[in-house]
């Protein structure tokens, strides 16, 4: 069996592998503060096609946090792969996602819960901006009915270690 060769976009990805402090700031709703939290993401190459980030950070209450990101590229689909769960939500996020032009951001889109909590689901998007070769950055934004997008999350991530 012959291993399938690693393609740009798989090489894209292996920029992320690495130590990462990260700083995040989430807006819960206009009535509420920012919720502030950080952590460290460990991410690591699996082989050539894969990577995997495993997540350790603290709520703004102090309770561990604790996530798994996974990111691939499907050459069949032509589109980046992957998933996202977490220790503090039940839901697992399938991603499905694409570089835009300048080759600097991936938007990865999936669909999930709503913050009403009614059972609802919305489409929502994770951002990775790569800045530099120790700096990248991450939002997340949900859809709103009309169609327009809602920033609740901002993080920036800064090589460690």
């Not at 740009?8 to 990260?22: A, I, P, S, T």
């Not at 070769?133 to 809602?150: E, L, V």
Request: aromatic content about 10%; proline content about 6%.
């Amino acid at each position: 069996m012959q291993l399938p060769e690693p393609q740009d976009e798989h090489r894209w990805l292996l920029q992320l592998v690495g130590e990462w402090d990260y700083y995040h700031e989430c807006n819960m709703g206009p009535d509420q503060p920012p919720m502030k939290s950080s952590g460290k993401q460990t991410t690591r190459a699996l082989g050539e096609l894969w990577v995997l980030g495993d997540i350790a950070g603290t709520t703004p209450g102090g309770s561990e946090v604790r996530s798994v990101i996974t990111l691939g590229f499907d050459p069949a689909k032509a589109r980046f792969v992957g998933t996202f769960v977490s220790s503090c939500m039940t839901h697992l996020w399938p991603y499905d996602g694409s570089l835009d032009a300048s080759g600097k951001m991936l938007t990865l889109d999936s669909e999930g819960p709503t913050f009403a909590g009614d059972g609802s689901m919305a489409k929502y998007q994770d951002i990775i901006e790569v800045i530099d070769n120790d700096h990248h950055t991450m939002k997340s934004q949900f859809q709103n009915a009309d169609g327009t997008w809602t920033q609740f999350m901002h993080g920036t991530y800064q090589r460690c270690c």
